[in-house]
């Protein structure tokens, strides 16, 4: 199993940045892939940016290319996610996910509001 944890929501205003952490723990050596998912209200999961353990790849949503930043924290094991230039639109519940011999675990989120 595969425990996540997620830190670093809050209310940021428009403009402004905000870092959030996903801490895993437990059998966490055959992670391949971990993500940032998000979810607001009356809207789909969409997945906001992806990093791929093997070659350090990553992805992430037009909506956020050029503003959010994903990275990984080997010592740690900790994934980031540093969002700048913050939106309105950028409000909604923030989940950390890793992938672990094609088993998908989850966090328990994390609110990002942002204010106009």
């Known amino acids: 199993q595969v425990q996540l944890v997620e830190s670093g929501g809050g209310l940021v205003q428009a403009g402004g940045s905000l870092r959030l952490s996903c801490a895993a723990s437990?059998?966490?050596?055959?992670?391949?892939?971990m993500a940032w998912y998000r979810q607001a209200p009356g809207n789909q999961r969409e997945l906001v940016a992806r990093?791929?353990?093997?070659?350090?790849?990553?992805q992430y949503a037009d909506s956020v290319k050029g503003r959010f930043t994903i990275s990984r924290d080997n010592a740690k094991n900790t994934v980031s996610l540093q969002m700048n230039s913050v939106k309105p639109e950028d409000t909604a519940v923030y989940s950390c996910?890793?992938?672990?011999?094609?088993?998908?675990?989850w966090g328990q989120g994390t609110q990002v509001t942002v204010s106009s």
């Open positions: 996910s890793a992938v672990r011999w094609g088993v998908r675990f």
């Open positions: 437990g059998t966490i050596s055959s992670i391949t892939s």
């Open positions: 990093i791929i353990f093997d070659g350090g790849s990553t």
